[in-house]
């Protein structure tokens, strides 16, 4: 059966290689990977995924997305590769490990990874899958699991000009907006910029909004007057962390289905980690990020990192 599959996507992979990139292989069916391959597949492209857990495979062929048992034969005889994937080390090892994306993708194939990781690590994959004839771009995502859900994803992309208009049909297919930052690894730059920043605001709304309310005023009044007034953000107009007064925010279905705060920390980890190799002094981002450490470390790392709001509100009542 599996060996049907494959011969199936050969072929069609032949008849769209002169009428554009239509086969795509997408490695990571997560929270955010699921949406966004199935976006692809309301689109017209022909998906097939690869994921190590069982259930993101099963939940992706809902979807019309065929599975794959390995990186090696999801990316067989595709146009493009997209992936998005945890960590550092995984991607690497997706990409330049035995038998991964570099190695056994086309001569010729568009690979292009939207994990949030440090830069260098696009800057290490970029020359070897040059080197073999294929282009390579970061493009890492802003948007959240709403933002894949509903193709309203923001790409923040690093990389060669002409592989990111090569790429952009299928960004377009999975977000509302994509920018092309610069040179390889410009959209890891970005990308962390941005989440240092949300991870501050996110952290500053959850304070301010638990003390007004401690402080007697109606949570919904107080969140009306921020949303009209100078504090105005994403964190309050989209993503407030009070249960019940957004109820498309993570906090209005128990912090679940959102931005992990255990992603948080790694990120904040991750923008740490380059502030301090180029000596920017970063003290707001340092003490979010031991806050978002606080969070994970009471047990709460797959909650929404908006849960911020509840550690808040359980130190004030020690007291």
């Not at 011969?7 to 069916?29: E, H, M, P, W």
């Not at 689109?43 to 062929?61: H, I, M």
Request: hydrophobic letters at 40%; proline letters at 4%.
């Amino acid at each position: 059966m599996a060996a049907r599959i494959t011969r199936q996507f050969l072929i069609s992979s032949r008849s769209y290689s002169s009428g554009g990139d239509k086969n795509v292989a997408f490695l990571g069916l997560g929270n955010m990977g699921g949406f966004m391959a199935a976006n692809l597949v309301k689109k017209g492209f022909n998906v097939r995924g690869y994921d190590p857990s069982k259930e993101a495979l099963a939940a992706a062929a809902k979807d019309g997305i065929s599975g794959a048992n390995s990186i090696a034969a999801a990316v067989e005889g595709v146009d493009v590769v997209v992936s998005i994937l945890p960590s550092n080390k995984i991607v690497l090892e997706a990409y330049l490990g035995k038998d991964g994306v570099v190695d056994r993708a086309l001569k010729g194939s568009l690979l292009i990874d939207s994990s949030t990781v440090d830069p260098n690590v696009p800057k290490e994959i970029y020359p070897v899958a040059l080197e073999k004839g294929k282009g390579f771009i970061d493009a890492p995502v802003s948007g959240g699991v709403m933002g894949a859900q509903n193709a309203t994803l923001a790409f923040m992309s690093g990389g060669r000009k002409q592989d990111f208009d090569r790429a952009l049909p299928l960004l377009e297919a999975m977000g509302a907006k994509q920018f092309h930052c610069g040179d390889i690894g410009s959209g890891q730059v970005a990308k962390l910029a941005n989440n240092m920043l949300m991870g501050i605001t996110g952290m500053a709304t959850a304070e301010c909004m638990n003390m007004g309310i401690k402080m007697g005023l109606e949570p919904q009044v107080l969140l009306d007057v921020l949303n009209n007034s100078s504090a105005r953000s994403w964190s309050t107009e989209v993503y407030c962390p009070v249960p019940g007064l957004v109820p498309t925010a993570p906090s209005s279905r128990n912090y679940d289905n959102g931005f992990k705060n255990q992603l948080m920390v790694k990120d904040l980890e991750l923008a740490s980690q380059m502030a301090l190799g180029i000596r920017s002094p970063i003290p707001l981002g340092a003490v979010a990020t031991q806050l978002y450490r606080v969070v994970q470390s009471r047990g709460y790392g797959e909650k929404d990192f908006s849960f911020i709001y509840q550690l808040l509100k359980e130190e004030i009542a020690k007291k």
